[in-house]
């Protein structure tokens, strides 16, 4: 028999395949959703236990107009060389009050190229700091 030749126990069934095709990837930075006492889910359990903070803090009435995901548009929608280019967008993880300061939040466990592009976009283009945690 060819060695490149795979034989009958490499294979699965059709409905075996299609209960793999169901699966999740993993995470690529190894991090797991969790779910906050309120029910909202978010992509890491370092970014529930901040949201988790940030609630307290506009509780005891220290914050406030807490967001989750608030969206920044950073670039429009652009036509180059006769292609249809998308805009950039930032999404970081919170926004709100503190007194009379707005504040952009974005829980970090490692900095990305991209986030860091998009972190001096946001500067450069709306002024805006990102506070990082």
Known sequence: MNPKMSDMSDRISIADFHN????????????????SSDGKTFDSQKERDRYEELRL????????????????????????????????????????????LFVIEDVKGRRTADYVIRRKLMKFVLNLDVREI
């Not at 793999?20 to 779910?35: F, I």
């Open 20 to 35: 793999l095709k169901g699966q999740k990837k993993p995470s690529k930075y190894k991090n797991r959703t969790a779910v």
């Open 57 to 100: 803090l506009q509780l005891a009435s220290k914050i406030t107009s807490l967001q989750c995901q608030p969206s920044f548009k950073l670039l429009p929608l652009q036509v180059i060389c006769g292609r249809v280019e998308k805009g950039v967008n930032y999404t970081a993880d919170f926004s709100y009050w503190e007194n009379d």
